[in-house]
């Protein structure tokens, strides 16, 4: 564990000077279910990545092309540091591509 | 003196903190009328109307929106004002706790009046001393000169880059917030070289963003009140400071607290505010009467000046202190008696400490009730308990 400063060193009234700094707060250690995305259902409609409210659902530059042919330019993906499980990806999912699977099976 | 003497104008305390708002080029200043205050910052409202100070004037719709909107126009950078007292103190506490948590460094005053209920729209000190572990800065002052006097110095503590804190200035509602008294208003230039603005170093600003308000984990919030302990204490140099270097420039100062005909005294009054100034005219005719009684007048009450407290009293019989409070069910039932119990301990003086609460909903405390709390002090008799003066068995 990083060592914490000393009142001595921070910016008085918990203000935040160095912004954008919760990129560094790793946010998504206490979820249960993680969703997983199968890449062959999913139509890269986008609505997992509009609903998740951590922006957790990454889209990847990472072509993909199904087993009946169809190519995809993109991926999608989740970014386990940020999401906390809520399922709302699973849940909009119009096409049913999102499972939400306990974290230690995933 | 008589130059001086000339100089000043009728205004009662209330008209002359509008006064030093101006000449103090205040930024904004948010506004909720409550009695005894009001009459500031309606004063400020015509100010502002004529020409005479350039300011954003926010009606807002409580006084706890009055206080949020002074803390949040300070961060920004600018100079802010807000007056309250009572039941609008009181609906501002939460936000007391924010300003001084922000470390915003405003400045309020305060037109000191009872709480409900009973409803009572008269003068004792119920509502500053409910705020007076808030983390402020609490002044005292004791005549509308000092008070106009004591927000002039308030923006250059509070605006101090090693102190950041938002400043109190306290005086009694109606006694002295209605009542006229000469005043010396100072040559506005000259107020703004003595305490020019200086911003808030956090201030928002796109170019330099940063976040304010966030939420702090139990690893780093009792830091941040740690700073806010070491601000406070250490504010007292500066707070010294600013007050000799005001002497120097305005021919007038004041001191952390106050001893008059104190030095051959083997007792003393201690008062703040207009029991101040009352006694100061009462005791010489208090000494006739072979009391031999001094006035410890609280100034800067937050931080308490210790080491100010040792020096006056280490020397005297016994210690009076007038509460216009009531710390129900405390131990001494005066909150400023409790404290100063835990002073007298923490420095080993042997003090006879007698506890009054007087004045409570501005029961008027006249010269022979002056002259019977002196009389108290005079004799010297421990009191275990708290005295409830003038009450009625």
């Known amino acids: 564990m990083e060592k914490l400063v000393s009142y001595k060193e921070m910016a008085p009234g918990g203000i935040v000077v160095n912004p954008g700094n919760s990129l560094e707060y ?12 199968n890449q062959e259902t999913c139509t890269r409609c986008r609505i997992c ?40 990806c699973a849940q909009e999912c119009p096409v049913k591509a999102i499972e939400m699977v306990p974290v230690e099976v995933a | 003196m008589l130059e001086e003497a000339k100089r000043a104008i009728p205004l009662s305390t209330n008209h002359a903190i509008a006064y030093a708002v101006k000449d103090l080029d205040v930024d904004v200043i948010s506004a909720y009328p409550i009695t005894p205050q009001t009459t500031v910052v309606e004063k400020i409202s015509e100010f502002i109307a004529k020409g005479e100070l350039d300011a954003e004037y926010i009606h807002v719709e409580s006084e706890h929106s009055a206080l949020s909107a002074a803390i949040s126009a300070s961060l920004t950078g600018a100079r802010a004002f807000t007056a309250t007292a009572s039941q609008g103190f009181a609906l501002m506490h939460e936000m007391l706790h924010i300003a001084s948590g922000l470390r915003a460094p405003l400045v309020m005053s305060v037109a000191m009046r009872s709480l409900s209920a009973p409803i009572s729209i008269w003068n004792d000190q119920s509502d500053l001393f409910n705020a007076r572990d808030a983390g402020w800065i609490i002044i005292f002052a004791h005549t509308a000169q000092e008070a106009y006097d004591t927000i002039i110095q308030s923006y250059k503590i509070a605006e101090d880059h090693n ?57 780093y919030y009792y830091e941040f ?36 005909m104190c030095e051959d005294a083997d007792s003393l009054i201690m008062a703040n505010a207009s029991y101040a100034s009352t006694l100061k005219a009462f005791l010489p005719e208090i000494r006739k009467q072979g009391l031999n009684v001094g006035l410890l007048r609280l100034r800067v009450y937050r931080p308490f000046p210790l080491q100010k407290f040792v020096e006056y009293t280490s020397d005297k019989k016994n210690l009076l202190v007038i509460d216009r409070a009531i710390s129900y069910g405390a131990p001494y039932q005066g909150p400023l008696a409790n404290e100063i119990s835990g002073a007298m301990v923490k420095e080993g003086l042997k003090l006879n400490l007698i506890s009054v609460v007087a004045g409570i909903g501005q029961r008027t405390v006249e010269f022979e009730d002056f002259l019977a709390l002196a009389r108290l002090a005079h004799e010297g008799r421990r009191h275990e308990e708290t005295i409830f003066y003038g009450v009625r068995e």
């Open chain 2, 225 to 260: 009140k740690y700073q806010q302990v070491q601000a406070i204490n250490g504010s007292l140099p500066t707070i010294e400071k600013v007050d000799e270097d005001f002497g120097k420039t305005f021919g007038r100062n004041y001191g952390l607290m106050e001893c008059y």
């Open chain 1, 49 to 88: 990545w509009y609903v998740c409210p951590d922006n957790a659902i990454v889209e990847l530059d990472k072509e993909y092309t199904t087993k009946k042919n169809r190519k995809y330019k993109v991926s999608y993906d989740v970014n386990a540091d940020f999401c906390k499980g809520c399922g709302m």
């Open chain 2, 163 to 219: 102190v950041l804190l938002p400043v109190m200035v306290g005086y009694d509602g109606y006694v002295m917030s209605h009542t006229i008294e000469p005043v010396i208003i100072e040559d506005k230039e000259k107020v703004m070289k003595f305490a020019p603005k200086v911003q808030y170093p956090f201030k928002l600003d796109p170019d330099k963003p940063v976040s304010i308000g966030s939420i702090t984990p139990p690893e």
């Open chain 1, 26 to 37: 790793k946010t998504g250690d206490w979820k249960v279910l993680i969703p997983v995305i």
